[in-house]
Structures are given as C-alpha cells and as structure tokens.
C-alpha cells in the first residue's frame, strides 16, 4: 500500500536519510529500528507526508503524496492515516476531555451526531482498558500509559488503514510497556492494520513486527523478516545491535 | 440642524481610504464570511468603541443615508449616542432611531427585531473576527483551517459544553456557517439572533478595527448555526414578558431595579419596544 524509493534528505551537511526505500503491506507490521540519530524519526515524518524529502518519492495506493495538495494530504491524516507521536501530549488536545479527544477525528470527518460520537468514544475507551467513567476527565489528569492508550484510540477511532508510530513505548515502564504493546498487538491484528512502527527496542520489535529494517546513519543497512534478522544478522552493526540486548 | 465641521472630508476619512476600504468590502462581499485583512487607520474613539464598524461605516455613507446606531440594541447609550453625533459633524447626514427609517444601521452586540429590508445595510463591530481564536490562538493555523474548511476543532468545543454541562453553553457570539464554505465568528450578538442573519434581506457588513479584519454576508445567504443533529441548536431567551410592550418574542435584558433583588425584563430594542408602547397608547385612546 505504501511504498518509498530513493528517499534522501540532507540537514546541511548531515545526511538524514541516503537513498531509503520501504514498502509496507496491507494488514502488515513493520519496524525501523536503529540507535538514536539514525534517522528513524525522520524517515517516519518522510513517509508520512510531515517533511519533504530532497529526493525520492513516497506513494499512497500509487499516489504521490508529496505531490498531493495539502487539504488531500490532511483528508488522508484524518482517514486513513493516524499518527501516534512518542510523547502523548504532543497528540492529545489535553484541555479537552479524553471523550472530546477520540471523537475529534470523528468530527473532522463530518460525525453530527452527538449521541453517535458519545458512544463511539466509550466503546474505543473500552477497547483501550481506559475506565469508561473517566471520559469526560481531561487527559492531563491521566498517567502516562493512559494517555498512550488514549492517544492510540483517538488515532483508531476512524478505522484508519495503515497507522505511524514514533516510539509509542517510549519513556513507559516496563509493565506499561508490556501492556501497551499487547494492545497494540491486539488491535492491529483484529483491525487488520498496517503499522509502521519506530522503536530502538528491539524485544518490541521482535514482538510486533513482521518485518524489520534496520538502520544506520540514514541508510536502511539490512531488512527482512523479524525472526530472519534477529536470529541470523548479516550486516555486522545489525549483530552488534542485536548482542546489546539484555536478557532478564 | 448642525453643520458638517468645516476641515475635514466627507465622514472624516479621506477619499484615499475610503477607496481602500471600499475595495476591501466588494471583496468580503464577493466571498460570504471568509476575513479580508485591511489598513485599519486611527479613529477618535478608542479600540473597543467600535473603530472597525465606524471605519465601515464612514465608507459606505453617502449625504442622502439616513443612518441609525445601536449599542446592545439601546439607541440612547453613550457609545451609540457618540457615534451617531461623530457622524451627523463629519458628514452632516440625517440620523434616526426608527429601525424602519434607517438606510445604515450600525450596532454593537444586537440586530434589530423588525425584519431588515433589501435597500438597508447592517454594519456590526467586532472585537474578535477570529471564530478559532480561543482554540487556536496561532493566525497562520486558523488561516490553514479556514483555507482548508477543517472545522472539526469547533465541534470539539461543542462536543466539550455538552458533554459538561448538558447543552451548548455558548450563549453569544455563535459561530455559524456561511453560505456553507467559511466558519464565521457573528460578533457577540447574542445566540438569539443568530436566525435572524439566516437569508436576511440586508446586507450585513463585519468591521474589526483593531483586528483590522473585514467579511460580510450578501442578501439572500445561508447562515446557519453550528449544532448537533440530536443536540440542535436553541436560540435563548429569558422566559419573561417585556415589562413595558409585553413582547414575548423580543430579546429581553434584565435590569435591577433597587438593592433588594427587584428586578424587571425590558425588550433589549428600544425602538421596537417604544414603537409597540406608542401603538398601544394610539389604540387605547
């Protein structure tokens, strides 16, 4: 569904990504992993439309969605597309309640129907394992966890189709960590998404991903199945990645 | 009865910005409810009073208008009482305070309750053209949203008064839809008399001085009030009859009357309150 080729941007003189490309599937999960600074983040913002490359292209169902206007590219966003940012107060609206915060999306597309848009929002509370009673409390007044949670039905609440995701575990503890991403797991599997993920976690990946591309100073360095590029890497900074893992 | 001051120009602008401001009015015009930015000049009156009405105004009156200005529908009230003076000296022109007799009327937070007729012209002030402007306080986004119709923010804000309080709290200054296209901030006029801008004959001319701000909606144009299929939208009004015409359709304002909670509701329109109180004195005799 959502393919890319010959991705390059430079920040001056830095190179963020070096001729990148990547394919996503319907009802696929794949990871971008790398260290900090390899430009996962920026490939993610790439691909989803947020920054232009210097080279390359980014299609949508084979429509160039850098070429497209920007109202289409909002439309796709708000339909089927959702973005889950890494720090969810980057993604809520957090002087709006959590009700307000899923139905958003439902009223950008054109929901007029309060009763509608109610229910909605508590059937995706229930589905993220938020409290039904705290939908009309403002997010801010939610844990960490929640908030991702929250963040995570706000962007599902439109049965979008592929979904991005910048480090969605990022700055959790373990236990919430574990949690949310069964329930990532859980969604993505039921809803048939596809989801491109970007962690630096590699057990994460190992539990979410179908397929993984490992990257290094803007360059995809090796990609393929999850269990393939784990269990026997080829390209020596993907072994060394890979060795840095703590076991429990 | 009083002459124009001698030493300034016809309605005290300059041709030169009269013409600026015209041009920007045909393009308000030419786009219902979308905000065309002007050269707002220093008025004698301060920011608040009503500088972006005034300027509209001052280019749009010719010496055969008849012109008539309300401050929350009183035409007896300082600011409207000093408009109407500023005018009838700068530009010499007949005033009124019948609604009916009026070519301009310029008001502030009301629209008259007898219906406008097509060769009337309706100037509003407005301190904040922005609909967005509590949501979204950056100008460059609101301009995205309003270029893009994204208009899903203000639903929100909807959605939030229903899910706290019941009902849509927002009682004045209603946004509402033009002619189905731009999300349009109706100045503070209360909720009430938002139907009233729905297909009004008149044109309705949008002035914000210190925005430096002006839209308008042509004769005949849909404006509808944003609301909720199964939450629609209420015009509000106290539930009293007006103490001196006993109007029970007109807007009401309440006024205390002495220390010991009296209270009575009068009609907000002094002259329709004053015409329906002379029709009955005439009837009565």
């Known amino acids: 569904m959502l393919t890319a080729e010959g991705l390059t941007l430079h920040f001056g003189v830095i190179p963020a990504l070096v001729d990148v490309a990547i394919e ?8 971008i992993v790398g260290e900090s600074g390899s430009g996962k983040t920026t490939l993610l913002r790439v691909l989803s439309g947020l920054m232009a490359p210097d080279a390359g292209s980014v299609r949508w169902l084979g429509a160039d969605v850098h070429a497209m206007g920007e109202a289409a590219r909002r439309r796709l966003m708000r339909t089927d597309w959702g ?43 229930a589905r993220v394992e938020v409290d039904a009673t705290r939908i009309d409390d403002l997010p801010r007044t939610f844990s960490g966890g929640m908030q991702q ?19 969605p575990t990022g700055g959790l503890d373990v236990s919430v960590q574990a949690r949310l991403l069964d329930l990532i797991r859980t969604l993505s599997r039921e809803l048939g998404l596809s989801v491109l993920i970007v962690t630096h976690d590699i057990a994460a990946a190992r539990l979410l991903a179908d397929r993984i591309l490992v990257m290094r100073r803007g360059r995809v360095v090796e990609q393929g199945l999850t269990d393939r590029v784990l269990d026997d890497p080829q390209h020596p900074y993907t072994q060394l990645l890979v060795s840095s893992v703590l076991a429990a | 009865m009083n002459a124009p001051l001698e030493g ?22 030419a786009i219902p409810g979308h905000q065309i930015p002007f050269g707002a000049r220093e008025m004698p009156l301060p920011y608040g009073w009503g500088t972006g009405g005034i300027q509209v105004t001052a280019a749009i009156l010719g010496p055969a208008d008849t ?10 009230t300082t600011n409207a009482i000093s408009i109407r003076r500023f005018f009838t000296r700068v530009a010499g022109v007949a005033t009124t305070e019948r609604t009916a007799e009026a070519t301009i009327i310029q008001t502030r937070h009301r629209i008259p309750e007898a219906p406008l007729r ?28 309003h270029a893009l119709a994204d208009y899903g923010l203000m639903h929100v804000r909807l959605y939030e008064d229903i899910a706290r309080l019941g009902h849509i709290a927002k009682a004045y200054d209603y946004p509402v839809m033009v002619g189905g296209r731009y999300l349009m901030s109706p100045s503070p006029i209360p909720a009430f008399d938002n139907p009233k801008m729905h297909r009004m004959a008149a044109l309705q001319l949008f002035g914000a001085g210190r925005e430096k701000r002006i839209y308008a909606i042509p004769p005949y144009t849909d404006v509808r009030s944003l609301d909720f299929e199964d939450h629609p939208f209420r015009p509000i009004r106290a539930p009293q009859d007006c103490a001196l015409c006993g109007s029970r359709e007109s807007y ?3 006024v205390i009357t002495d220390d010991r909670g009296g209270r009575l509701f009068v009609c907000s329109d002094t002259d329709y309150c004053g015409e329906r109180v002379a029709a009955r004195g005439a009837a009565a005799c």
Not at chain 2, 123 to 138: A, D, G, I, N, T
């Open chain 2, 252 to 254: 009401l304002d309440e």
């Open chain 2, 8 to 29: 300034y120009n016809f309605a005290y602008l300059d041709e030169a910005t009269k013409r600026m401001l015209r041009r920007t009015i045909l393009k308000a015009v």
């Open chain 2, 67 to 76: 012109l008539k200005v309300i401050d929350q529908g009183a035409d007896d």
């Open chain 2, 118 to 145: 097509e060769n009337q012209v309706l100037v509003y002030q407005v301190p904040q053209p922005e609909p967005l402007s509590k949501l979204e306080p950056r100008r460059a986004e609101t301009k995205r949203l």
């Open chain 1, 149 to 167: 949670r929250l963040q995570i039905a706000r962007t599902l609440v439109t049965n979008p189709r592929l979904v991005f995701m910048d480090e």
């Open chain 1, 83 to 125: 973005f889950v940012h890494q720090n969810p107060r980057d993604g809520l609206r957090l002087n709006v309640s959590a009700g307000g915060n899923v139905g958003e999306r439902l009223m950008a597309v054109g929901a007029r129907h309060y009763g509608n848009i109610r229910a909605q929002a508590i059937e995706w509370l």
């Open chain 1, 24 to 31: 996503v599937a319907e009802g696929e999960v794949v990871a």
